[in-house]
């Protein structure tokens, strides 16, 4: 890229062989199309459908169902073959359409390929579609132009482009068609060239199309949407291999049962029934439910749970790159102090209707204000400080609408990435004002006059020190600066002239963006997690120091450093000095993605947060994403979690949530596992306590399709006791011998006995070992009443069906057997305490 800003416009058309007033022949663009491509962005998705599809069945849990399933089949047990087969296909339904989803979303993307652009072709302008642009094309823009390729200005007149898009900057940049001497570090740094997906604010002209299609800036910028989309969710894979490893084990045990408790003649069938049992857990529909009602309690706290590997992915994390807005400070600036006519002013000092000097400041704060505000709930949109003035001056009872009215706005030019000013050009009663708002050090060397008890007099080099002293003792204390001046006119100046010189200074604004509560707290919590935390800020490396201190990242300057130091470094120096560092000051998207880059390529797990798609290289590096703030719909796709307000807040909840998944989901498949141990020996044991008796599968099914799901659920969702291995093994045993039990003497009612016992127990179980909160009916209370809602209904068919009828005996029986269990649960936890 830096070949076509270093070389003349007219150099650049040579090399593209292209014409300024002829441009390409439709022959010439055929031909090139087929040698460069096209100007759509493709987005590759890595594997095709079919081989990403396929892939979902190459793991070890699906080859040992599928080994079962044929075992079924060839057994001739066709309605248990069916069954397990059913659940197999739900649980990869799920995966399917999980993954399904994921590719379809990034497809909505393909509508940045279309829109239309005016071009010379064969010697006329002609209007085509942004798709069929082709290298060398000759362009042309104006205001409003939607820049379709990556062009290089052949003629600029007064543009400005807000490449928000591309950079991440706010600023709208002022671009030209001259050469640029020297290196380029940066794409900011790029003034003659134009990015695809800039949009044209001011001006017109026309340029060279340099690059197209996945070639352009914003093309490899969405590719990176495509390579997070694909590394990131594993959870999916993670989970599958010991689950394969549980299945595996599960099936040995049930073999070797079978060869130790029963001969091959007569035995084959519990092993068919062993199988089965293990197989028919709808695990898939378990984790699917499980995820939406993680997702639907994350929303309540502002969360929104993008990839939901994320909770297994955190625990790998190093360091937490932080962005200052919305982590360590509000999304709120608030007008502190006041420096004018040599006076400083606290605010609650300032009088808008008896100082001439304050009421010129605050009338250039509101008229060169593009900030909506809500005087009822003090809120609005808009930028921050700028709210900040509307906020500061309705509290002076100075109005914005009043102002406006009165001094209508003729027009604005923005502020951009250089000269960091905004300036409006109002109607005043004897002409115009040039009111302007912006950097202190850019407004200073602009300024020839300053105003002194509502009198304009020449600056001096004494009032420039004690204005640049008093800017430097407010970023100590921490506080954003913005300086205000005016010019006069006594006619309509134009916008080319230039109107942003011989300005009237008036003086200072110190801006507090106040700390969020507890940030001391959470930025120590991070930390003792073996979370290193990294601030990144736009604010001048005075500010970014006090904000850092403040926060409890630093203790002194030494770990701050700015992007403009950065940028001078070599790789080796940047290295060495990003160990050292933990404070960014004046970093944008780009250097922020770069320092990103650096800690990854050394691998570092990290995690880093953004807004726009300047953010997408950030993101996208990182093992997590974090989404913030008014971030675009492509940005939530690449980020792994979206928090609107006070993001590392919620970054600490996730990293709670975590650590509670993984202990719940060790309880939640220990006590699965437990369960199918049980039915194992159940369905083994039970030919020699009876062996004119037969187990059957629906017990089995009812348990395993229809009760576990719903305390899986529960288990997952709730704390409870902590796990130990040895109380599992015990709680199999037991689980195992009460049933026998309970079955022991009975005559042909083992389907009913089975599922009131072994059902009864999971259930109660689930009851002891849980803190189910029954008041106000939670998710997880709804969870445990359906389960036991479906026991009792499920046993009350299996009686009905099968016509009998339990004796007094067998009922007292069935109920000592579950008191009993009770009674043992509540002896092992007072034991254990």
């Given at each position: 890229?830096?070949?076509?800003?270093?070389?003349?416009?007219?150099?650049?058309?040579?090399?593209?062989?292209?014409?300024?007033?002829?441009?390409?022949?439709?022959?010439?663009?055929?031909?090139?199309?087929?040698?460069?491509?096209?100007?759509?962005?493709?987005?590759?998705?890595?594997?095709?459908?079919?081989?990403?599809?396929?892939?979902?069945?190459?793991?070890?849990?699906?080859?040992?169902?599928?080994?079962?399933?044929?075992?079924?089949?060839?057994?001739?047990?066709?309605?248990?073959?069916?069954?397990?087969?059913?659940?197999?296909?739900?649980?990869?339904?799920?995966?399917?359409?999980?993954?399904?989803?994921?590719?379809?979303?990034?497809?909505?993307?393909?509508?940045?390929?279309?829109?239309?652009?005016?071009?010379?072709?064969?010697?006329?302008?002609?209007?085509?579609?942004?798709?069929?642009?082709?290298?060398?094309?000759?362009?042309?823009?104006?205001?409003?132009?939607?820049?379709?390729?990556?062009?290089?200005?052949?003629?600029?007149?007064?543009?400005?482009?807000?490449?928000?898009?591309?950079?991440?900057?706010?600023?709208?940049?002022?671009?030209?068609?001259?050469?640029?001497?020297?290196?380029?570090?940066?794409?900011?740094?790029?003034?003659?060239?134009?990015?695809?997906?800039?949009?044209?604010?001011?001006?017109?002209?026309?340029?060279?199309?340099?690059?197209?299609?996945?070639?352009?800036?914003?093309?490899?910028?969405?590719?990176?949407?495509?390579?997070?989309?694909?590394?990131?969710?594993?959870?999916?894979?993670?989970?599958?291999?010991?689950?394969?490893?549980?299945?595996?084990?599960?099936?040995?045990?049930?073999?070797?049962?079978?060869?130790?408790?029963?001969?091959?003649?007569?035995?084959?069938?519990?092993?068919?029934?062993?199988?089965?049992?293990?197989?028919?857990?709808?695990?898939?529909?378990?984790?699917?439910?499980?995820?939406?009602?993680?997702?639907?309690?994350?929303?309540?706290?502002?969360?929104?749970?993008?990839?939901?590997?994320?909770?297994?992915?955190?625990?790998?994390?190093?360091?937490?790159?932080?962005?200052?807005?919305?982590?360590?400070?509000?999304?709120?600036?608030?007008?502190?102090?006041?420096?004018?006519?040599?006076?400083?002013?606290?605010?609650?000092?300032?009088?808008?209707?008896?100082?001439?000097?304050?009421?010129?400041?605050?009338?250039?704060?509101?008229?060169?204000?593009?900030?909506?505000?809500?005087?009822?709930?003090?809120?609005?949109?808009?930028?921050?400080?700028?709210?900040?003035?509307?906020?500061?001056?309705?509290?002076?009872?100075?109005?914005?609408?009043?102002?406006?009215?009165?001094?209508?706005?003729?027009?604005?030019?923005?502020?951009?990435?250089?000269?960091?000013?905004?300036?409006?050009?109002?109607?005043?009663?004897?002409?115009?004002?040039?009111?302007?708002?912006?950097?202190?050090?850019?407004?200073?060397?602009?300024?020839?006059?300053i105003m002194i008890d509502g009198l304009e007099k020449e600056i001096s080099e004494e009032d420039i020190q004690r204005i640049k002293d008093i800017d430097f003792n407010f970023s100590l204390e921490g506080l954003a600066t913005q300086a205000a001046a005016y010019r006069s006119f006594s006619y309509n100046p134009s916008v080319s002239e230039n109107i942003e010189s011989n300005l009237v200074f008036v003086g200072i604004v110190g801006l507090e963006n106040p700390l969020n509560e507890n940030i001391k707290e959470q930025i120590t919590d991070i930390k003792s997690r073996g979370i290193l935390p990294i601030l990144f800020t736009e604010d001048n490396k005075i500010t970014a120091t006090t904000i850092g201190k403040k926060a409890?990242?630093?203790?002194?300057?030494?770990?701050?450093?700015?992007?403009?130091?950065?940028?001078?470094?070599?790789?080796?120096?940047?290295?060495?000095?990003?160990?050292?560092?933990?404070?960014?000051?004046?970093?944008?998207?780009?250097?922020?993605?770069?320092?990103?880059?650096?800690?990854?390529?050394?691998?570092?797990?990290?995690?880093?947060?953004?807004?726009?798609?300047?953010?997408?290289?950030?993101?996208?590096?990182?093992?997590?994403?974090?989404?913030?703030?008014?971030?675009?719909?492509?940005?939530?796709?690449?980020?792994?979690?979206?928090?609107?307000?006070?993001?590392?807040?919620?970054?600490?909840?996730?990293?709670?949530?975590?650590?509670?998944?993984?202990?719940?989901?060790?309880?939640?498949?220990?006590?699965?596992?437990?369960?199918?141990?049980?039915?194992?020996?159940?369905?083994?044991?039970?030919?020699?306590?009876?062996?004119?008796?037969?187990?059957?599968?629906?017990?089995?099914?009812?348990?395993?399709?229809?009760?576990?799901?719903?305390?899986?659920?529960?288990?997952?969702?709730?704390?409870?006791?902590?796990?130990?291995?040895?109380?599992?093994?015990?709680?199999?045993?037991?689980?195992?011998?009460?049933?026998?039990?309970?079955?022991?003497?009975?005559?042909?009612?083992?389907?009913?006995?089975?599922?009131?016992?072994?059902?009864?127990?999971?259930?109660?179980?689930?009851?002891?070992?849980?803190?189910?909160?029954?008041?106000?009916?939670?998710?997880?209370?709804?969870?445990?009443?359906?389960?036991?809602?479906?026991?009792?209904?499920?046993?009350?068919?299996?009686?009905?069906?099968?016509?009998?009828?339990?004796?007094?005996?067998?009922?007292?029986?069935?109920?000592?057997?579950?008191?009993?269990?009770?009674?043992?649960?509540?002896?092992?936890?007072?034991?254990?305490?």
């Open positions: 890229m830096e070949k076509y800003c270093n070389n003349s416009w007219k150099t650049i058309v040579e090399i593209l062989a292209s014409d300024i007033y002829k441009g390409l022949s439709e022959s010439e663009c055929d031909q090139r199309r087929k040698a460069y491509g096209d100007n759509k962005i493709y987005l590759p998705k890595g594997n095709s459908k079919v081989s990403t599809y396929i892939k979902l069945f190459l793991s070890l849990y699906l080859f040992v169902s599928i080994a079962v399933i044929s075992f079924l089949f060839y057994r001739q047990e066709y309605i248990m073959g069916i069954i397990t087969l059913a659940m197999i296909l739900v649980n990869a339904s799920i995966k399917l359409v999980h993954v399904y989803k994921r590719q379809k979303e990034v497809g909505f993307l393909q509508n940045i390929n279309y829109a239309t652009i005016t071009v010379i072709r064969d010697g006329k302008e002609k209007i085509i579609k942004a798709e069929e642009l082709v290298k060398g094309d000759i362009v042309l823009f104006s205001k409003g132009s939607l820049i379709a390729a990556d062009i290089r200005i052949i003629e600029a007149k007064d543009i400005k482009v807000d490449e928000k898009n591309i950079t991440g900057e706010s600023f709208l940049k002022d671009k030209f068609e001259s050469k640029i001497d020297g290196n380029i570090s940066a794409i900011t740094e790029m003034k003659n060239i134009l990015f695809k997906g800039s949009v044209i604010k001011e001006g017109a002209g026309a340029g060279i199309v340099i690059e197209t299609g996945n070639s352009t800036q914003l093309g490899r910028l969405l590719a990176m949407l495509v390579y997070a989309n694909n590394s990131k969710h594993t959870l999916d894979s993670k989970l599958e291999k010991p689950l394969g490893r549980i299945m595996i084990t599960l099936s040995i045990v049930a073999i070797g049962f079978f060869f130790i408790f029963n001969n091959y003649s007569q035995g084959l069938e519990n092993l068919e029934l062993s199988l089965f049992s293990i197989q028919v857990f709808p695990i898939g529909a378990v984790v699917l439910l499980y995820v939406k009602f993680m997702k639907k309690d994350l929303l309540k706290e502002g969360i929104e749970l993008i990839n939901i590997s994320t909770v297994d992915l955190i625990n790998d994390i190093e360091i937490l790159f932080l962005d200052k807005i919305g982590s360590i400070t509000k999304e709120k600036m608030v007008v502190r102090k006041i420096y004018s006519n040599n006076v400083l002013y606290e605010d609650k000092n300032v009088n808008y209707n008896k100082d001439i000097n304050i009421k010129r400041l605050i009338d250039i704060l509101l008229l060169s204000n593009n900030a909506v505000y809500n005087v009822k709930d003090d809120s609005g949109s808009g930028d921050l400080s700028e709210i900040a003035y509307l906020s500061f001056a309705a509290k002076k009872l100075a109005y914005k609408s009043v102002l406006d009215s009165k001094f209508k706005r003729v027009f604005e030019i923005p502020m951009d990435s250089d000269k960091r000013i905004l300036t409006t050009l109002n109607k005043s009663k004897k002409g115009c004002r040039a009111n302007v708002k912006g950097n202190v050090d850019t407004i200073l060397e602009r300024c020839t006059h409890g990242l630093i203790s002194n300057s030494a770990g701050v450093i700015s992007g403009v130091e950065l940028d001078s470094m070599n790789r080796e120096e940047l290295i060495d000095t990003l160990s050292k560092v933990r404070v960014f000051s004046r970093v944008n998207p780009e250097i922020k993605g770069r320092i990103v880059g650096l800690f990854t390529k050394d691998n570092y797990s990290v995690a880093a947060s953004g807004e726009t798609l300047g953010d997408l290289a950030s993101l996208s590096l990182s093992k997590v994403g974090i989404g913030k703030g008014k971030a675009p719909e492509i940005v939530k796709k690449v980020s792994d979690i979206f928090i609107k307000e006070n993001y590392l807040r919620g970054f600490i909840s996730i990293f709670d949530i975590s650590k509670k998944f993984q202990e719940r989901a060790t309880k939640s498949i220990s006590t699965l596992i437990a369960l199918a141990i049980s039915e194992i020996v159940i369905i083994n044991i039970f030919p020699l306590i009876n062996s004119s008796g037969e187990i059957e599968m629906i017990p089995l099914a009812i348990i395993n399709i229809l009760l576990a799901p719903p305390i899986s659920l529960v288990l997952l969702r709730v704390d409870g006791e902590e796990f130990k291995r040895k109380k599992y093994i015990v709680r199999t045993i037991l689980w195992s011998l009460l049933t026998l039990g309970a079955i022991y003497g009975v005559d042909g009612r083992y389907a009913e006995v089975i599922l009131l016992t072994l059902g009864g127990i999971f259930i109660e179980y689930t009851l002891l070992s849980s803190k189910i909160k029954f008041k106000g009916i939670s998710i997880e209370a709804l969870l445990f009443l359906t389960t036991i809602f479906i026991w009792i209904i499920s046993a009350g068919i299996l009686v009905s069906i099968n016509s009998l009828l339990f004796s007094t005996f067998q009922v007292v029986k069935l109920i000592g057997i579950l008191v009993s269990y009770i009674i043992i649960e509540l002896i092992m936890k007072r034991w254990q305490g």
